[in-house]
């Protein structure tokens, strides 16, 4: 009874102090309203830090997802069209900036009539520039010349994916394929076939691949994530923000931004995170016991644990940036929960701890109800010292936020 004691208490002040930092970091920080109307008729009221301003940078796509600069510092983006038709989706190249509007005059097409792309990137292999498309099915390369407008050439494919999981139609439970490049390697995150399982039909779920940047050499860097959405290399550590399971309740699992260690099982569907504690899953250990499958150690604590649905998706380190207050910090966007009436993520913040975490950028989300989702942020990018970029993959919009 003692020990039982011990630990509510201990849970207790730990969650009392997490307030309590949450809200000391949310008095330092204060936000200016915004008002935005986008060409579709849509009023944004964003509201943004103090000192910065918030700017439509260019607006007519459809699933706006992740950005990425060439070697030559053209803006590029990929777009996933829509639920209802998975092999639309298009790379958008942004040219002709206008330093006066602080938007882009000419939105090229790059390429089009692709399977679902979350992202593109850009590397040189042996002296020769490569722009890397991630979609569903696969990952292909195609030689990239500054100033190029379009994909040339047939391209190459490096590696095939699993494209199925619940509702086939649409590409699978976990569509997205993320891509970071380090050291001369590949890195491409996979997500699971579903919400809580045991994979047994195909072997690339639920993990992180490493290949060489021709696609040979693949193999396994790290296991049991459920669906790192967004994957990146900062100074020497490979980081990822991941979505927690569902049906759970309201509160449990957090999802989570943490490192991701070469060879380490990170606990999918074994285990989940909750205020940096490691939680089991009761129905997927009952489920192995019943299945005879032994279950891997209880993974490492991620570094921040956002509340349960905010769906973390893109983030990056503001290094070098000028602001004191982001300079050397990680931004991140939350797509926010499918269910709008539990009032999680739908903003950007920024990481300033162990779960200690703040709105930068809000306003996207107005009320409890559907039509009260103006927005959802999905990416953000620092663009130089002063400004970066977000994406908001509801409206198809690119946002330009400037000190």
Not at 102 to 126: E, I, R, S
Not at 141 to 150: L, T
Not at 336 to 361: C, M
């Amino acid at each position: 009874m003692l020990i039982c004691c011990f630990n509510y208490i201990r849970c207790f002040l730990i969650a009392a102090l997490l307030l309590i930092s949450q809200h000391t970091l949310k008095a330092q920080i204060a936000l200016v309203q915004h008002h935005i109307v986008l060409k579709k008729g849509i009023p944004l009221d964003l509201k943004v830090l103090k000192s910065y301003n918030i700017s439509v940078a260019a607006e007519g796509m459809h699933r706006l997802r992740f950005l990425s600069k060439s070697p030559d510092g053209q803006l590029f983006a990929t777009d996933m069209h829509s639920l209802a038709d998975n092999k639309a989706g298009k790379i958008y190249l942004f040219e002709d900036w206008d330093s006066a509007t602080k938007a882009f005059k000419t939105t090229t097409v790059f390429a089009d009539g692709l399977h679902n792309p979350n992202q593109v990137m850009f590397y040189n292999d042996k002296g020769i520039n490569y722009i890397y498309i991630a979609e569903t099915d696969k990952l292909s390369r195609y030689i990239y010349h500054n100033g190029d407008k379009g994909l040339k050439g047939n391209g190459q494919v490096l590696a095939r994916f699993p494209d199925r999981g619940l509702s086939y139609k649409y590409g699978g439970w976990h569509l997205t394929r993320s891509l970071a490049q380090h050291n001369g390697k590949i890195y491409v995150s996979v997500g699971s076939s579903c919400n809580a399982c045991v994979e047994k039909k195909e072997d690339v779920r639920a993990m992180v691949l490493e290949m060489n940047p021709d696609g040979t050499g693949q193999k396994v860097y790290a296991s049991g994530i459920r669906n790192a959405v967004a994957i990146k290399w900062a100074g020497n550590k490979l980081w990822g923000t991941c979505m927690g399971r569902d049906l759970l309740g309201a509160d449990k699992p957090e999802d989570l931004f943490g490192t991701i260690e070469q060879g380490k099982n990170y606990g999918w569907p074994w285990y989940f995170q909750y205020q940096q504690k490691i939680y089991p899953d009761v129905a997927m250990m009952d489920s192995a016991k019943y299945q005879h499958i032994k279950v891997p150690a209880a993974p490492p604590l991620a570094y921040c644990g956002f509340k349960a649905h905010s769906a973390p998706l893109g983030f990056d380190q503001f290094t070098n940036f000028n602001d004191p207050l982001l300079k050397g910090n990680f931004l991140v966007a939350l797509h926010g929960s499918t269910t709008v009436k539990r009032q999680r993520g739908n903003a950007v913040v920024l990481v300033a701890g162990k779960d200690k975490y703040v709105d930068i950028v809000s306003g996207f989300l107005v009320g409890t109800a559907d039509k009260d989702r103006l927005g959802r942020p999905c990416d953000v990018m620092m663009n130089d010292v002063n400004s970066f970029y977000i994406t908001d993959d509801k409206n198809g919009v690119l946002y330009y936020v400037w000190k």
